[in-house]
């Protein structure tokens, strides 16, 4: 449904670093870079931009869908690696529904960052 979402941060430096290694383990990467923002995404197609300004006053929560409950995890271990703060480590959350395995960490802005994986493993 969604085609990309972008949003602020204070030093755009600082989140281009967290999320580069934060996303590695999902296949995201840097796909478009200009002076005023950085894309995150597979091939040529940016889906997650960040460009430096004030960031919201709110903190917000941004899920990435993977394909495996392995790369949950890795992403969670990158993200605290890169410095992000743990908010739920990988596991299933049976309150949204019995097969949601998903992480959670808080970036260098306060954002809830998560990766999820909806599918039944063994």
Do not use: Q
């Not at 934060?22 to 950085?38: R, T």
């Not at 995404?41 to 430096?52: M, T, V, Y």
């Not at 709110?58 to 992403?75: M, Q, Y």
């Not at 990988?90 to 990766?115: C, K, M, Q, S, V």
Request: charged residues 15%; aromatic residues 10%.
């Amino acid at each position: 449904m969604l085609d990309h979402i972008g949003f602020s941060v204070r030093n755009l430096a600082v989140s281009r670093k967290f999320y580069l290694s934060a996303l590695a383990p999902l296949g995201l990467g840097i796909v478009m870079e200009g002076p005023y923002g950085v894309g995150f995404g597979r091939g040529h197609k940016p889906a997650f931009w960040l460009s430096e300004g004030e960031a919201p006053t709110s903190p917000l929560h941004v899920a990435f869908a993977v394909e495996t409950r392995a790369e949950v995890d890795a992403f969670h271990a990158a993200a605290l690696a890169a410095g992000g703060k743990d908010n739920g480590g990988p596991g299933l959350r049976h309150h949204y529904h019995p097969t949601y395995y998903g992480a959670f960490a808080i970036d260098p802005d306060g954002h809830n960052i998560e990766a999820v994986c909806h599918r039944a493993e063994p």
